[in-house]
């Protein structure tokens, strides 16, 4: 049966699709604001109605509880439906900008205008949020779009098709679904942007697909996310934010925190005050918690139970392979060597560092990828200072984790091997659009522009012009300086009126 469905969706032309999206798009249908708005009230519609059969299907893919995938996937995307929704009109409209003194009777303005077609990938671990979320974007910037959720979360992937097609208009947004192979074909394809959300392996195949087409693309991966705690922090605070990041849909977070550099001073009591926290949050057996996650599959709990070392666990460390379970895990004694510091651990196994010197943590953050999120727990603005100049990361969250997300205002998005791009909030408009510059000059008042043109024989003529046409670096502005720049231009450009109209008496 799986192998018929793989032959129907491989039979689609896809090429096809694109081109029936890039006729509505050249017919300007997505232009209007009130186009724009007619979709996103049909995502917020469609958002109420699919929500029970969506968390059933969670909880069938993960097992995870209806609240935690309303807190951090439906609810997320609704908030961020919502932001864009009240924000729409003001993001569409034109930005006047200064200009120079040559061009100051002129409009000069930045207009935002859709990229067009654009191909969207979504990931399995937060199905709907990372999924309809760059839809949003793309449906505010007016671009037409192909969704491509994840085959991985197989049964919620089958609800969103199903309401995606039932709710948005198939003549701008259609959503495919398929394994690998469809993905290949889809990236045969030009597009005008490709927004992806994956893993950083899968990225670079993304990317190197759209170098073929100069495609532009927003790569939103992943990484080692790291955690600082120092000895100034309330530990208590630390530990319990700290393991609810981490065991939050069992660890499978792109931005969960994947390691702790913790003081040596208080390694043993956060630690202590973590398996605190789960007992709290899961229970004495996580495995009969109805709060606590399991692992996507059989493939991704065997990579993750071969993590666990079990001379190393300070506490948890239980499987259970008919379930994919994996209890949340801390690991102590682990060394920079260690086989988990390689790659990111994506489940719900945190390894515990010990250090003395806050420099020497910096220097190796700095010596690997640069991660998705840095994650600091400091009471000293000292610490903070130095960790927000010297660690380059796409997000620093600091005295919390995962909560950046549910700010909109704040950009989301990697940064070198973590990602590419940014999104969320007019970031999601600004991904899928072209940001025009454009120049408005009034076909009259010829005479103003005799300056610019040949013959150059008169070097008071040159003089002027460099004078009144570009910037040169000068002291910061003080009132004085002002008013004397202001006096100055202000004769020049007599002096190029003047020129322009000779009197004739």
């Known amino acids: 049966y799986n192998e018929y469905k793989s032959y129907l969706r491989m039979s689609v032309d896809y090429g096809a699709i694109r081109d029936e999206l890039q006729e509505s798009f050249d017919s300007g249908m997505t232009l209007s604001y009130e186009y724009r708005m007619s979709q996103l009230k049909q995502v917020a519609a469609m958002i109420k109605a699919m929500e029970k059969e969506y968390f059933d299907a969670v909880y069938k893919d993960m097992k995870k509880h209806p609240m935690e995938t309303n807190g951090t996937d439906l609810r997320f995307s609704e908030s961020d439906l919502g932001y864009a929704m009240k924000h729409l009109k003001s993001w569409m409209k034109d930005e006047y900008v200064k200009t120079d003194l040559v061009n100051k009777i002129d409009q000069a303005y930045l207009t935002p205008e859709p990229l067009g077609v654009v191909l969207v990938v979504g990931a399995w671990n937060y199905p709907l949020q990372l999924t309809l979320t760059p839809l949003i974007g793309a449906i505010c910037a007016g671009c037409c779009a192909v969704v491509k959720p994840s085959e991985v979360s197989e049964t919620s992937t089958e609800v969103m098709k199903k309401y995606f097609d039932l709710y948005l208009d198939p003549k701008c947004y259609r959503t495919v679904t398929g394994d690998a192979a469809v993905a290949t074909e889809l990236l045969k394809i030009r597009w005008d942007h490709i927004f992806f959300t994956g893993s950083v392996g899968v990225g670079r195949i993304v990317a190197r697909a759209a170098a073929e087409h100069l495609t532009p693309v927003t790569l939103e991966l992943g990484g080692k996310c790291p955690v600082i705690v120092d000895d100034t922090t309330n530990i208590d605070t630390a530990a319990k934010r700290i393991i609810w990041g981490k065991c939050v849909n069992a660890g499978q977070t792109c931005i969960a925190p994947d390691y702790v550099f913790c003081h040596k001073s208080r390694v043993e009591k956060l630690i202590e005050r973590m398996q605190d926290h789960v007992k709290t949050m899961y229970g004495e057996d996580p495995e009969k918690s109805e709060s606590y996650a399991r692992i996507i599959n059989s493939r991704h709990y065997s990579r993750l139970s071969k993590l666990i070392d079990p001379e190393k666990v300070a506490f948890g460390g239980e499987t259970n392979e008919e379930t994919n379970y994996i209890a949340p895990t801390v690991l102590k004694g682990i060394t920079k060597q260690c086989p988990i510091m390689e790659d990111e651990i994506f489940g719900p196994i945190l390894p515990i560092l010990e250090y003395e010197d806050i420099n020497d943590v910096i220097r190796y953050i700095r010596s690997r990828e640069k991660p998705l999120v840095c994650y600091l727990f400091s009471s000293s ?30 950009p989301f998005g990697g940064v070198g091997n973590s990602g590419i791009g940014k999104y969320h909030g007019k970031a999601s408009f600004d991904v899928f659009s072209h940001i025009k510059s454009v120049l408005h000059k009034p076909i009259g008042m010829e005479s103003v522009n005799n300056l610019r043109y040949p013959p150059y024989d008169a070097e008071w003529k040159q003089n002027l012009v460099f004078n009144l046409a570009y910037y040169k670096p000068s002291a910061p502005p003080s009132f004085a300086r002002g008013m004397a720049s202001y006096a100055v231009t202000s004769t020049l450009a007599a002096s190029a009126f003047a020129y322009a109209y000779a009197w004739k008496g």
């Open 381 to 410: 603005s000292k610490v903070v200072d130095l960790v927000k100049q010297k660690v380059s990361s796409g997000t620093l969250d600091i005295n919390d984790c995962l909560m950046h997300m549910m700010v909109p205002t704040l």
